[in-house]
């Protein structure tokens, strides 16, 4: 079981709210990723960061924001909550090259996002 | 344009059974392949990881085999149990960048029915 963790696990929202869905890990890895996932759809990466004060947008775009302050720490923001928003968000972290670990990468349970 | 294809999209298999499940990936420079399998509700979890040079791994009662010829791999699941129901979910990753970029299948939702 992996050392990564996701809350709310649930969050109904109305629009226009301001949202943080928070994800920490105790494993100590640099790397950590923020995707979206629909139902029965592939994941999307749409943050990813190689450590403190290093964001970077993925391969969807989003009108999230991320921050990296703490190593074990990657928070994701939305400032204006739509119902267009609604998914399930997925973070994952992995460990650094040279492990020999093929940057394995670990998930959080998910938050599962709805906005009305 | 790099992409990964699973099939079937969904499966339903008696208790015992054995099911195979198959992937086809057009990601390259290939690094490695994972099967991850998914809970409802829940994260992926890492069933196995292949790189080029394997052609055949196992963890209990699954088997994923790969082709990188190809561009094939599957995963075998024998003997099939009820908490084998989930999504099953192909990931290639290339080389072309130190972030070891994934790219995900949409997944097979296995059903085991009793």
């Known amino acids: 079981e992996a050392d990564i963790y996701q809350t709310p696990r649930y969050l109904v929202i109305g629009t226009g709210k301001k949202i943080t869905l928070e994800c920490s890990q105790t494993?100590?890895?640099?790397?950590m990723y923020w995707y979206q996932q629909d139902p029965g759809m592939e994941l999307h990466l749409i943050h990813y960061s190689y450590g403190v004060n290093s964001t970077e947008k993925g391969d969807l775009s989003s009108e999230s924001t991320v921050s990296r302050i703490r190593t074990e720490h990657f928070p994701l923001t939305l400032e204006s909550a739509r119902p267009s928003h609604t998914s399930q968000y997925l973070c994952?972290?992995?460990?650094?090259?040279?492990?020999?670990?093929?940057?394995?990468?670990?998930f959080g349970p998910g938050t599962r996002l709805t906005v009305t | 344009k790099n992409q990964v294809e699973q099939s079937p999209q969904s499966l339903i298999i008696l208790e015992g059974k054995n099911c195979t499940l198959q992937?086809?990936?057009?990601?390259?420079?290939?690094?490695?392949l994972r099967w991850y399998k998914q809970d409802t509700g829940r994260g992926p979890v890492s069933l196995t990881i292949m790189t080029f040079s394997e052609n055949t791994k196992s963890n209990g009662r699954y088997t994923a085999t790969l082709d990188a010829d190809t561009k094939q791999s599957s995963l075998h699941i024998t003997a099939s149990q009820l908490s084998d129901s989930a999504s099953y979910i192909c990931?290639?990753?290339?080389?072309?960048?130190?972030?070891?970029?994934?790219?995900f299948g949409r997944g097979t939702q296995l059903t085991v029915w009793p």
């Open positions: 990931v290639v990753s290339d080389r072309g960048s130190t972030l070891g970029r994934l790219y």
């Open positions: 994952a972290s992995s460990e650094p090259y040279g492990t020999g670990r093929l940057y394995e990468q670990y």
């Open positions: 992937c086809n990936y057009t990601v390259s420079p290939f690094s490695n």
């Open positions: 494993m100590g890895h640099d790397k």
